[in-house]
């Protein structure tokens, strides 16, 4: 769920075992916890990177020059790979990733007010743009409201 920019703006030093120190919109840190399969994504990734990485770069993501990959350069590898799974690129980008993220996250139970710290969203209202509610969400929000099951009297004076 990060931003292309604090993807691109992780430092080695920001990436630990099990959580990432991310700079959000206007300087604002946060820590993300990692998940098991984005710890192992890291551990994989970290010898290429020490192969890759020029000697004075602070840069997580590296790219073939050596720096700092940039935006551009994570738009097109997501791309590329959107392609290689037949999906069209025009459909989908790296924002509706971290859109999609927003939505599996709520979809699974956790709360608006948790997922939007793990976005790094100041207003919850901004989080709630990216949340999705379907009609079969509705049905069960309406089925658990403790009144469902009430049946009121039908007449006054105790008459039923």
Same mark, same amino acid.
Not at 28 to 55: H, S
């Given at each position: ?10 430092? &080695?030093?920001? /990436? ?5 120190? #991310?700079?959000?919109?206007?300087? @604002?840190?946060?820590? /993300?916890?990692l998940n098991d399969a984005?710890?192992?994504? $890291? &551990? ?9 990485? =020029? ?6 993501? $590296? ?5 700092? *990959?940039?935006? &551009?350069? /994570?738009?097109? *590898? /997501? ?21 999609t993220a927003a939505t599996? *996250?709520?979809? %699974?139970? #956790? ?6 710290? #793990?976005?790094g969203h100041t207003n919850? %209202? ?8 379907? %009609? ?8 658990? %409201?403790?009144?469902?099951?009430? @049946?009121?009297?039908? =007449? ?5």
């Amino acid at each position: 769920g990060l931003r292309i920019s604090e993807l691109v703006g992780l430092d &080695d030093t920001d /990436v630990r075992r099990d959580s990432l120190l #991310v700079r959000g919109k206007g300087g @604002k840190e946060r820590v /993300v916890f990692l998940n098991d399969a984005c710890r192992d994504a $890291v &551990d994989a990734y970290r010898p290429l990177r020490q192969l890759t990485a =020029g000697p004075d770069c602070r840069a997580f993501f $590296v790219s073939a020059r050596r720096k700092r *990959m940039s935006r &551009d350069a /994570v738009h097109a *590898m /997501v791309k590329k790979t959107l392609l290689r799974a037949g999906l069209d690129p025009s459909r989908y980008s790296a924002h509706k990733l971290r859109h999609t993220a927003a939505t599996l *996250m709520i979809q %699974n139970g #956790v709360d608006v007010r948790t997922v939007q710290e #793990v976005l790094g969203h100041t207003n919850l %209202n901004t989080t709630q743009i990216y949340t999705h509610i379907d %009609n079969a969400e509705l049905h069960i929000a309406a089925d658990a %409201n403790p009144l469902a099951g009430f @049946k009121p009297d039908k =007449g006054r004076d105790g008459e039923k």
